[in-house]
């Protein structure tokens, strides 16, 4: 799946958050805890003008890109919206806490 066009996720680690920006501005978000070699991520949402456009999709799949690829830490998916897309999404159930 690509990225809905000129869409970005951004990993804002001060605010324990991910960010799915177009142009500057915030599409969505994703909110997260770390534990004792954890990632927690708690909730997921996108501006509800903009739901049903694939924006959510492309926003879990850059969280979980970059957890993959920039995180020695396990993945607790707590978020409902995370979870199903990991049910859909196979590649990524190496990330979870066992």
Known sequence: MSDPPGTVVVHDAEHHRYVLERDGRELGKSVYELGDGVIRVIHTEVDQ????????????????????????????PICPFIR???????????LMSR
């Open 49 to 76: 003008s903009l739901q049903e456009h694939g924006l959510g999709s492309a926003l879990a799949l850059g969280v979980l890109e970059d957890i993959r690829d920039h995180s020695d830490r396990r993945l607790v």
């Open 84 to 94: 199903g897309y990991l049910a859909r999404h196979p590649e990524f159930q190496g």
